[in-house]
């Protein structure tokens, strides 16, 4: 596996346990529909929580959190609607970004709460 995959694995699976550390419950990880995947779905039992997770080795180029692009948020949100449809699910939906920054072993996260919203 390519070691930008790697990177990204080891950033989901943190984010994954800074997530549980924080009360919410995980659904589901790696959720696909079609090209489009949503890294994180959870509830933090007032919202239904579509978590976006970006690990980069350094903010050389920028923070993390800049690489989620219009582009990105709109595959985001095509793919919420269909789970949300797929699973009846009735509660308020909210996008965050974990951004994670690994140098040197130690990782450093950023937890952005309503990160973006759909627009209509």
Known sequence: MAEHNELGKQGEEIATKYLRSKGFVVIERNWRFGK????????????????????????AFGEPEI????????????????YINWKNIELETRFDIVAIT???????VKHIRDAFYPTL
């Open 102 to 108: 690994i140098t040197n072993g130690k990782a450093k």
């Open 36 to 59: 489009d995947e949503i890294d994180i779905i959870a509830n933090d039992s007032t919202f239904l929580v579509v978590v976006e997770v970006k690990t980069r080795s350094s903010a």
């Open 67 to 82: 690489f989620v692009t219009r582009q990105k948020q709109k595959f985001l949100i095509r793919a919420t609607n269909v």
